[in-house]
């Protein structure tokens, strides 16, 4: 299967990967959480659209490569309630005139999305029983309990999706790899508003971070595991 990477990575730089020794297996545990991470209006817009018309309505949409992984999420998101799977939701959270500071020198324009980019779409929306973390920082951990809750739920392995590849959902997968979690990113279930930024960085999370692999695949992993409450995973 070609992989998202195929033809900007060059082989002879895979391959050097390979002769240093990246890229090895860590597998999943037995009991799984869904990071769902800012997969909201202001990442998506309300309606699919091309990048160009997308970031008209929000500036910060990264346009119908969003909706594609919506309803790849949606998937997942199925598998995750029937099973009873934690599904956890960092996002951003409207901005105040506090959180002004480095975020807003580099991305002044993520300062002015109105409240309606902060909601989250249907088909992905949260549920009564899920677990809502708003962030002020790439990283899902970083300022956050997630991984209190992480530990409370006995999740040992994490299935990370949403956007931007390159970077909050980068950032939560180093932090999460560095927390020892098992981590696992379909390829096709995040998004970033760069295709080459989403294919490097989903490489160098396959080579040290992550088990990449497209949301088939993803899925007839998961599918293999037992469905298990927190006691049951905690025996």
């Known amino acids: 299967m070609n992989k998202p990477w195929d033809g900007i990575i060059s082989d002879e730089e895979q391959r050097a990967y390979r002769a240093a020794g ?14 769902i991470i800012d997969v909201q209006y202001r990442t998506t817009g309300t309606v699919p659209r091309p990048f160009w018309e997308a970031i008209k309505e929000f500036p910060t949409s990264c346009g119908q490569v969003a909706w594609n992984a919506v309803l790849n999420i949606e998937r997942l998101l199925s598998l995750f309630r029937a099973r009873g799977w934690p599904v956890l939701y960092p996002y951003v959270a409207p901005k105040e005139k506090f959180d002004l500071g480095r975020l807003a020198e580099k991305t002044p324009s993520i300062m002015t999305i109105p409240e309606k980019g902060y909601q989250f779409p249907p088909e992905v929306a949260p549920r009564a029983g899920d677990v809502l973390l708003p962030k002020k920082h790439p990283s899902a951990f970083f300022g956050t309990p997630l991984a209190s809750y992480l530990i409370d739920q006995r999740v040992d392995t994490l299935v990370v999706t949403g956007c931007t590849t390159s970077g909050c959902v980068r950032g939560s997968v180093v932090d999460a790899f560095a927390y020892n979690f098992r981590v696992l990113v379909p390829w096709d279930a995040v998004y970033d508003r760069s295709q080459v930024s989403h294919a490097v960085n989903l490489f160098d999370m396959s080579e040290k971070y992550a088990e990449v692999m497209s949301l088939a695949d993803a899925i007839e992993r998961l599918e293999r595991l037992p469905a298990q409450s927190r006691d049951e995973a905690a025996e």
């Open 22 to 35: 990246f890229g090895g297996r860590s597998g999943l545990g037995v009991r799984p959480g869904l990071l």
